[in-house]
């Protein structure tokens, strides 16, 4: 069902990999809500990923960038807007990877060159993006900037290891840009702090299919899935959250409200 909230409205969307990526679903509900964007992911993404097939189904563009590399956004972000007709409304930030994790580094031995490399593809990106956006004035006014994070970032969850500094920094990141882009130019960036979700970078994470269900049992209304966070992203580019800005907003069935759930007990 469509409301057509995001009419008239250009975006970039980065981290679609496959159909089970978050961003996928974001794709597609914001299609269904009438914006028009491009779609990017990093370059060797583009040989194992299936963004092509997306592209052809949304009509839309795919422009590889690697999110790390200024050069790849100027030139991602000089194309969105030319073949969309204009500066951009919405910027999806969908991206995480730890080089720690992927080795099976304790977080008690983690290897201090890959920690550099989850920071910068993780979080240092995000900063690269709306730094870049904001020198090119790509954005329009009253834009809207969204990541995806975890409450890892607040809490402490043994098995996310440096993804935890990695999303603190995300977040952080979204509130102190905020201030600067909230004044210039009234464009707002928040950050959603997502349920477990079966994906390539959720089940990277050691034991996630157990945590995944403990983290259901313990949300009032079970884990939110891709799709529903789908359309809270769609919402967050619309203009009916015009006024929420450098907000970490929860989209995790209630868990982060929860202390202690008789459902566990059980
Ligand atoms: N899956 C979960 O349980 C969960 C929970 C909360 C938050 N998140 C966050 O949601 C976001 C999307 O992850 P997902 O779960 O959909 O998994 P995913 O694996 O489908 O998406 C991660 C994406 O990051 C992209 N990427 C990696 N390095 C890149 C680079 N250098 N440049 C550009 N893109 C790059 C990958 O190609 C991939 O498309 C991530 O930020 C993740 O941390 C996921």
Not at 36 to 43: E, G
Not at 104 to 111: H, V
Not at 131 to 159: C, E, H, W
Request: charged share 20%.
């Amino acid at each position: 069902m469509s409301n057509a909230i995001l009419k008239g409205k250009r975006g970039i969307i980065f981290g679609a990999l496959d159909e089970n990526s978050i961003a996928w679903k974001v794709a597609e509900a914001c299609h269904r809500e009438g914006a028009r964007f491009t779609l990017t992911n990093a370059p060797v993404a583009m040989r194992f990923g299936q963004l092509q097939k997306l592209g052809e189904s949304l009509q839309c563009e795919v422009i590889p960038a690697d999110a790390t590399s200024i050069e790849d956004l100027e030139q991602l972000l000089t194309k969105s807007m030319e073949i969309l007709g204009g500066k951009l409304d919405f910027m999806l930030h969908s991206i995480g990877m730890s080089v720690n994790v992927r080795k099976k580094k304790s977080y008690t031995d983690l290897n201090h060159d890959w920690m550099q490399k989850t920071f910068d593809v993780s979080a240092i990106s995000f900063h690269k993006l709306m730094q870049t956006a904001y020198k090119m004035d790509a954005m329009n006014t009253q834009g809207s900037i969204v990541a995806l994070t975890y409450i890892a970032a607040q809490r402490v969850f043994p098995d996310y290891s440096e993804m935890a500094e990695s999303k603190s920094l995300l977040e952080s990141f979204a509130r102190s840009f905020g201030y600067h882009y909230g004044t210039s130019k009234q464009v707002r960036i928040n950050t959603i702090s997502q349920s477990p979700t079966m994906t390539t970078a959720g089940s990277g994470i050691s034991g996630f299919d157990e945590f995944f269900s403990y983290a259901d049992k313990m949300s009032p209304l079970g884990n939110a899935d891709a799709e529903s966070c789908a359309d809270y992203c769609a919402m967050l580019f619309s203009d009916y959250t015009r006024m929420v800005t450098m907000q970490n907003l929860y989209h995790d069935g209630g868990f982060s409200a929860m202390g202690m759930s008789p459902a566990i007990l059980e």
